[in-house]
Every structure is written in C-alpha cells, then in structure tokens.
C-alpha cells in the first residue's frame, strides 16, 4: 500500500505562487509515475503535471506550461508542485497520484488540498 498526503494549499492573489507538497510513504519501491491533478467546481478532473518516480523530464498541462513544475525530493520521499504566476482560473482541488509499477492507471491518490486564486 502506499499512502499520500497533500499540503500547501490556501488562498493567493493573482500573480502569486505556492508551492504544494504530497508525503509518498509505504512501498515507494513499486512506484514508476508521478503526476498532479485539479478538479474545478462543475468540472471533471484534469492533468496537470507528471514525471517518472526515478525522474526525468516532466510532462504538463498546456494550460500550466511555464508556470508549474513537479519535482521530488528523493531523501524525504515528497513530491512538490511549484505554481508561479498563478490565475483565478488555477482556482481547483489539487491531488497528488502515483502509478506502479506494470500498472497502466493512476492507483494512489491524496485526499486534495485546495487552491484559490483571487483576482
């Protein structure tokens, strides 16, 4: 099993930045993919950004390019998500989600944290 706990999330102005955390505890040994997702109200949940557990480059959202970037810091097993220039449309739940090993879906997820961005 492998558990995820996201952090990081408030309410910002236009413009802003934050930086959201996801604690990856449990068999990280299994884990291949790791990525960050959003769901707006009335909307269904999107991509945002992803990478491979063992790294690499990432791959995001075109709606994030430039503004966004995933990254793990390997010794504490916490994968981040850093957001610059943030727009009131960025304004969702974020999750955090990881994928195993051989395993072609999204298999762990984090309870979300909310992000609001004022105009």
């Known amino acids: 099993q492998v558990q995820l706990v996201e952090s990081g999330g408030g309410l910002v102005q236009a413009g802003g930045s934050l930086r959201l955390s996801c604690a990856v505890s449990?068999?990280?040994?299994?884990?291949?993919?790791m990525g960050w997702f959003r769901q707006a109200p009335g909307k269904e949940r999107e991509f945002v950004a992803g990478?491979?557990?063992?790294?690499?480059?990432?791959s995001y959202a075109d709606s994030v390019k430039g503004r966004f970037a995933i990254s793990r810091d390997n010794g504490k097993n916490t994968v981040y998500l850093q957001m610059n220039s943030l727009k009131p449309e960025d304004t969702a739940v974020y999750y955090c989600?990881?994928?195993?090993?051989?395993?072609?879906?999204?298999?762990?997820w984090g309870q979300g944290t909310q992000v609001t961005v004022s105009s």
């Open positions: 990478r491979l557990w063992a790294g690499g480059s990432a």
């Open positions: 989600a990881v994928k195993r090993v051989k395993v072609d879906f999204w298999t762990d």
């Open positions: 449990g068999r990280t040994a299994t884990l291949y993919t």
